[in-house]
């Protein structure tokens, strides 16, 4: 039901432990959610959104973390869709895992969809180099 986009983090009997994710679902929309410490109440945080994936229709999805202050944000095709506080720093994540289209939940299904671009930077964007990368549309060279 949840297909990932990415999992990165590790598991513990076949569950998330420590992960940063993004996933979609046909019934709810995308989401970005990030624990230390598995998804038991309190200890997942995530953005939620309503946005549907659409078939046959490409997204432009960022998920932006910036240490300095604790914040996970979502957009999508250019929009910040919310923000949501940290309970600690990308760093403490145990990354054994970084896998595309798969989840460290092993009942999560497989992603069933097409990835055009997947990028990863060593700095948080801020909401106009998200909009901008959007905008420039796919192979856009872009330097943050």
């Not at 009997?13 to 019934?27: C, E, I, R």
């Not at 460290?104 to 901008?132: H, K, T, W």
Request: proline share 4%; charged share 25%.
């Amino acid at each position: 039901r949840h297909q990932r986009v990415f999992d990165f983090g590790d598991q513990l009997d076949g569950a998330g432990k420590s992960y940063l994710f993004l996933t979609v679902d046909s019934g709810s929309g995308f989401r970005a959610a990030f624990s230390l410490n598995g998804a038991d109440d309190g200890f997942e945080v995530g953005v939620p959104t309503r946005i549907m994936p659409g078939i046959n229709k490409l997204r432009h999805l960022a998920v932006v973390v910036d240490d300095p202050t604790s914040t996970l944000t979502l957009y999508v095709d250019g929009e910040g869709e919310g923000s949501v506080q940290l309970p600690g720093k990308l760093s403490d994540l145990n990354t054994v895992n970084r896998w595309l289209g798969r989840s460290n939940f092993e009942e999560q299904p497989e992603f069933r969809g097409s990835m055009c671009e997947f990028r990863i930077y060593d700095v948080a964007l801020d909401a106009g180099q998200v909009r901008s990368s959007f905008e420039a549309g796919q192979n856009y060279d872009f330097a943050p």
